[in-house]
């Protein structure tokens, strides 16, 4: 019999979209990883380098968000993981509440540990940390698209200041310049900040080699926290010499019908859906419609027979600034955000019982709204399309599906009609 590889690392992710985000790293790294819709029930045994639990505690309440964190990270630990991972986006959405820093808080305290770090960087997705400030391309986050998102605005680039709001520990930034001195220099910096009674270090990292260095200081950590960027400089570290590079799961199926479904209003999930109906046709889901109580999923289902094949459609609410605000005023933020979400559910389970196999999700809420209405447990990492984004399998009763779980500001302008060619 072989032996089950130690869990190196054991990962709670806030959303879907990032929890996929994440475990392509991790696969990409050489890690056999797994993807688990919220905490299994029972006894589950899986051998893997890497488990993701994915959950949906971004806009939650806090006190639900950090119980549904503390579990993940308990069951994680009952399977010997030996680090825990937060993951949350690289633009640190987060409500004026949290729930980045009370799941830190709590995680810290259930890990008998003072001090973490919270490095959301990902340069190979624009976003860079400098003096603690988090930059989105060119600009600071708070001059960027999340200045506008519909339920977690980012009206702050100072993550020093962002984080202080939420968490009970001291706060302070370590800077690049002790970064780029290399790991010791790190290592130093943060045992002084410890001993003066500072709980969460935003680090600064503008570079893959800045993340690797960070993930060096810190690899024996019980906890780090941060967007995928940090990770993959975790598993570099981790599995610089152990290269295992796992199969794929297989791609068999040329017969499926293929769609997207969106509900991200970000600027480039907008600017993707432009140009996907330059040349394929889409069902916009009016939120008027829904709040009058209009039967909005048969409409897009009845639209959709006799579209439905290899050439993909679309079906969004994805909307600009002014018109979320507008649905968000009449209708209310949560209940507008929740109107969508459960539609583009139910949307997405029928187009899957009318025999779509391959279809495309954005939106981090969106994407946890769909796979758990598809009643998905579990997801195997495929080919990258873009940076952050995988395409993943699940076995269903009608057979495997293929979902791309797209983070909002992810991927190129033509995602939507390119994703295709990367599933094999
Ligand atoms: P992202 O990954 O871009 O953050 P999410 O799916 O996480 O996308 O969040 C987008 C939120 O906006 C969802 O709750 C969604 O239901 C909501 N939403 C989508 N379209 C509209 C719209 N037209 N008006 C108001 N809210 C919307």
Known sequence: MTKQRKLLIGCVADDFTGATDVAGIFAKSGMKTTVLIDIPEGGLSIDADAIVIALK?????????????????????????????????STFDSTANGN???VIDAMLEELASGFTIACPAFPAN????????????DVPLNES????????????????????????HRVAACYRDTVIRGAADVRDWASKAEADGIGVAIVDAIAD???????????????????SGLAFGLATVLFKDRRNLESRPGYSNTVGSRAVVSGSCSV?????????????????????SLASGEDVVSKALKWAAGRLGRKPILFYATANPEEVKANQSRFGVAEAGEMVESTLARIARSLVDLGVSELIVAGGETSGAVVKHLGINRLDIGNEIAPGVPWVSAPLSSGQIWLALKSGNFGGREFFVDAWDRIQ
């Open 145 to 168: 698209g999340m200045k506008d998102h519909p339920l977690t605005p980012m009206t702050d680039s100072n993550l020093v200041r962002v984080l202080t709001s939420q968490t009970k």
């Open 126 to 137: 624009g976003r860079t940390i400098y003096k603690g400030n988090l930059f989105v391309g």
């Open 100 to 102: 980045i820093g009370p």
């Open 57 to 89: 505690t971004r806009t939650i309440a806090s006190h639900q968000a950090v119980s549904q964190s503390l579990a993940a990270l308990r069951w994680l630990r009952d399977r010997g993981a030996e680090r825990i991972y937060f993951k949350y986006c």
């Open 268 to 288: 480039a999930t907008n600017s993707q859906v432009e140009a996907m109906l330059r040349d394929h046709e889409g069902f916009k889901v009016d939120v008027a």
């Open 209 to 227: 080699e800045d993340l690797e260095v960070i993930a060096q200081a810190f690899a024996d950590a019980p906890l780090l926290t941060g967007a």
